[in-house]
């Protein structure tokens, strides 16, 4: 099953390392955005250029994400791909963080952006990324 999961993470991402149990990428921007007291959502943040080693280990169920303090994450649960309202197609993972503390990830690719999402329930932020 874990397999299967994986073929389908990697048909969207449409690069020619489709058997690489191990994925790596830039990201190159990155965004957020808060929830408030009252559960309203804050707009965007502009985004802020970065420099940013994402790595997809399929094998061992595990996203790292090495910003300023490293995020690991590690997959209980692979999503189906799906179409979105924008014309993308995203493909979701439910993971948990190192805390602990259970989110949402989100890879999604529109046109020619890769973008990789982390939803958690008052705060999330989003990559736009490209294959490393």
Known sequence: MKRFYFVVLMSIMCVASVFSEVNKFQAYEVSYKSQNEW?????????????????MNIDNDRVNIYSQTTQEYDIIEYGNQENDNDGGITTALKCVDADGLRCDMRLRQYDDVWQL???YSDFIFVYNIRHK
Do not use: F, H, Q, R
């Open 117 to 119: 999402y982390v939803d």
């Open 39 to 55: 559960g309203g959502w804050s707009d965007w943040s502009p985004w802020k250029s970065c420099n940013i080693l994402v790595v």
